[in-house]
């Protein structure tokens, strides 16, 4: 636990000063940010200046060793912490992938996702038709060509359980078949992931899918033990929203959450707006599992100047500002980004500031595989950073060391 974290709540929320609104770093130049708290993925550090430079992080040196040919940034004490990665993301700025699987559609997603901090993600499409998961893998790779904050796709479905469709609509639900098997594949160094329910699919698959560079997380699903095992020992990485879209724990028939939260080499991805899944359940979670990781599963509300109300799978949708929920009454995803998670975890949870942060960037990376590149502020890093206030709320945000948000201006 950082010493100094936590008194930060009794600070109250402090508006940065005038010359921080109007300091602008040049993005090509050698920049220092100084006079931080610095979270470097792994522990709080005072008194350090992060260098940058080209797009990555090259050191950390004492506030006063900074070299003259870097411009100097002053972070006016705020919080720096590696910038956040959200492995899913339906929606965002009134756009929804399954609706709008074009380029356009995520670099738009994306957009309204970095304002508060998500400097990397994979758009999320979930069980629809062939053509429009078709449509939405094709659209990610012509997005990623024109923002790197795009790691690639999570495909949610369509393999799945009926019983625990959740919102997702059941015509399209159906087995894995070969041709499916040979279009699930990452191509160059995209990310693909796929979120499947273990008894809709044979180890086989998962092991060929596996080795066609596909990370298999295993969700919205009524598996037996033993189904779930095969699935981890097949290949299977992860787990998908713990706790949503799963049977609960009971003494004798460990589901799918269960054991998620035993498996220790796996991870699990955990809906971090506080509404999907109760504080409590939430830090049981945190303290059984080290390698659990947040996710906004944010709907197209998120993250828009003025959400407005959309269609998902057929049914009328709409947010009231933290959760959506669909004409039936049902919870139908969220509708805050990661950054805006962040500090409710903290705050209404009551999880130590440093594991907060680390499940939403650190603990993301390593997922992903791409933990030796993004979620820590340490030399060789990418200088993808957020500056927080004392609340933990996002005050600007660089990715690849250029800024990208700041205050309340989209750049
Ligand atoms: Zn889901």
Redesign the pocket.
Known sequence: MFKGIENLFQVPNPNPPESLVQAMTVAHLPTALTDSILFTGDVFVEKKALLMEEGRIIDLVANDKVPPSFQQFSCGNHILAPAFIDC?VNGGGNVLLNTTPTCEGILAIAAAHKRTGTTRLLPTC?TDTLETMDAAIKATRQARAQDSSILGIHL??PH?SVEKK???NAAFIRPMNDQDLAAYHAQDDEIFMI?LAPEQVTPDQIAQLVAQGVIVSL??SQANADQVRAALTAGAKGF??LF??MPPMSGREPSLAAIALDHAPSYASLIGDTIHVAPEMMRLAARAKDNLFLVS?AMPPTGAEKPEPFTLCGLKASSNGQACTNEKGGLC?ASLTLGECVPRCIRDVRLDPEMVLRMAATLPAAFLGLGHRFGKLLPTYAADIVMLDHSFKTQKVWQDGKERFHHAHAL
Do not use: L, S, Y
């Open positions: 899913q979930i949610e479905g799945i959740g919102t997702h979120t969700g919205h998908t929203h949503n879209a599963d995803g």
